[in-house]
């Protein structure tokens, strides 16, 4: 009778182990895209993922800003990220991806990187085109925590859509294919500053390199 009564205890605490261990335990994330990251929506999701929040910004000088805005539950691998550049034509980057994990921790908005104004030394070849892998760069004095100097391709379904060169944060020196914009995928290359710097056909010879590469991984 006790060896019955045994058995019985614990087979029930087996099977009270089975559900815990079979439970997924979730929390609210704020879910928005674009404009409707005002307000509340939420989704459920998987404390293993956790939430997350993007912000970005692009800019050309005395034009209205392009903003892109998005929130919701992450990936298991979902990784930090925030940098900025500016490059030729008077064109301006800033991008933040942060994540989280409490409930709605994603709800507050946050700033994208904030540029600054005051010059760090650096000067850059920069310029910007939307119709070939090459451009007239001109000299451009660096800001703030831009202490970089890039080259950046963006494509969109394979097909080369911008090339650009500038100042950028050192974040930016390792973007291998990250969507921005809702569609453009990009890398950026971290290059020698005018000071010093190699001469610029090689470096646009690893840039071709880099967007063949692109192009096979997607």
């Known amino acids: 009778m006790l060896q019955s009564s045994c058995l019985k205890s614990l087979l ?22 674009l404009n409707e990251c005002g307000t509340d929506r939420q989704k459920i999701c998987e404390t293993s993922h956790g939430c997350f929040s993007n912000k970005q910004e692009f800019n050309t ?41 409490a409930p709605q921790c994603n709800r507050e908005l946050f700033p994208a990187l904030q540029k600054s104004s005051v010059s760090n030394g650096i000067t850059c070849r920069a310029c910007f085109n939307e119709t070939d892998l090459s451009c007239d760069p001109a000299p451009l004095t660096c800001t703030g925590a831009e202490t970089k100097c890039v080259e950046v391709v963006g494509v969109v379904r394979n097909i ?23 569609r453009l995928r990009i890398n950026a290359y971290c290059v020698d500053p ?25």
């Open 12 to 33: 029930a605490v087996c099977v009270l182990a089975a559900s815990a261990f079979g439970t997924v335990e979730r929390y609210p994330c704020t879910q928005c895209l």
């Open 61 to 101: 000088s005395g034009q209205p800003s392009e903003l892109f805005q998005q929130k919701g539950c992450s990936s298991s691998t979902c990784v930090p990220l925030s940098f900025s550049a500016t490059l030729g034509n008077q064109k301006t980057f800033a991008l933040g991806h942060q994540c989280c994990t």
């Open 160 to 182: 080369l859509v911008l090339y650009g060169m500038g100042c950028a944060t050192e974040t930016a020196c390792s973007l291998r294919g990250p969507e921005v914009l809702g």
């Open 194 to 218: 005018i000071s010093g710097s190699r001469p610029l056909a090689p470096i646009l010879s690893s840039t071709l390199a880099g967007l063949f590469l692109l192009k096979v991984s997607l």
